[in-house]
């Protein structure tokens, strides 16, 4: 009854212990998972699973701290692989200035080709943003018709707004467990419920108690009991409505 929008078991991490990671989450209520690409390797990778569990979805792109080595041949390929049935989405893109502020530029440039391709295909965007709030804000306020997530959304309260008013939907994760958690826990209050997704964001990102272990999708379900008793509202209708949320946005038919 829950889906991790937002999982890289394409990470090398999880080279050895797949399926008991996967087992794992399916027997912590998580019926469905996105496996994110972020580079040619992973996408590829992203794909392969997707073949092996009728439950595992895809997203392919480019993560903007990849960006500088993106070429038109690259393009070429995430084009074919997002007519892959299974590939849901376009991403992981978006900017990042905390890792790469040396090709701000052409960051810019690949996250605005794959927001092109998201709306020539009708698939959401899975948007990374770190310190670049604003560039990020800027980019994506030029189009019309945005379907995508605020992955890990880690902003204000008041960008969140913002970015819901452009048709966005806010995803959290792990930090919202997080004692320090103050904007995510904020967040977690002020979204829509129609527009509010949970994800892990695995390797990455562990919650409460397991902050700075290596991250598993079973754990989504931490950050929706967390989301829930802010909300307060329940876990089972929490999960049920960002459930639904997901499949609806990925356009994932339920017991597929
Ligand atoms: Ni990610």
Redesign the pocket.
Known sequence: MLVDT?V?LNSHKFKDNLDEVIQRARKNDVEAMIV?G?DKETNQKAIEITEQYSFIFATVGF?PTEAKNVTNNDFELLSKQLEHKKVVGVG?CGLDFYWDKENIEKQIEVFQRQIELSLAINKPL?I?MRDASEATYNVLSEYDRLKGIM??YSGSPEMAEMFIKLGLHISLGGPVTFHNGVKPKEVAVMVPIDRLLVET?SP?LSPHPFRGKTNEPSRVKLIAEEIARLRGMSYNELAMKTTNNAYKLFNIKENE
């Open positions: 937002h890289h994110v972020y993560h992981e899975i990374h992955h890990c964001d990455y």
